[in-house]
């Protein structure tokens, strides 16, 4: 399983490829090649270095505090 991380856009790079996002204190310059050029205050599922999802303030919400639960074998 994948875990994503919403993030919002901050600023986007002038090429529109990238952009800087930013969440409860973690910034993160992301690829934005799937998703396209944003707007700041976007908000998008990070994972591995690319957005690759468009989100909702509420879907990001709540996947923000969706408790996670991890076991190890």
């Given at each position: 399983?994948?875990i994503?991380?919403?993030?919002?856009?901050?600023?986007m790079?002038?090429?529109?490829?990238?952009?800087?996002?930013?969440a409860?204190?973690?910034?993160?310059?992301l690829?934005?090649?799937?998703?396209?050029?944003?707007?700041?205050?976007?908000?998008?599922?990070?994972?591995?270095?690319?957005a690759r999802?468009?989100?909702?303030?509420?879907?990001?919400?709540?996947?923000?505090?969706?408790?996670?639960?991890?076991?190890?074998a």
């Amino acid at each position: 399983m994948c875990i994503g991380m919403p993030l919002q856009v901050q600023q986007m790079e002038a090429d529109g490829l990238g952009a800087w996002c930013e969440a409860d204190g973690h910034r993160e310059q992301l690829d934005m090649r799937l998703v396209g050029a944003l707007p700041a205050g976007t908000w998008v599922l990070a994972f591995m270095g690319a957005a690759r999802q468009v989100m909702s303030p509420l879907e990001a919400e709540q996947r923000v505090t969706f408790p996670i639960e991890t076991t190890m074998a």
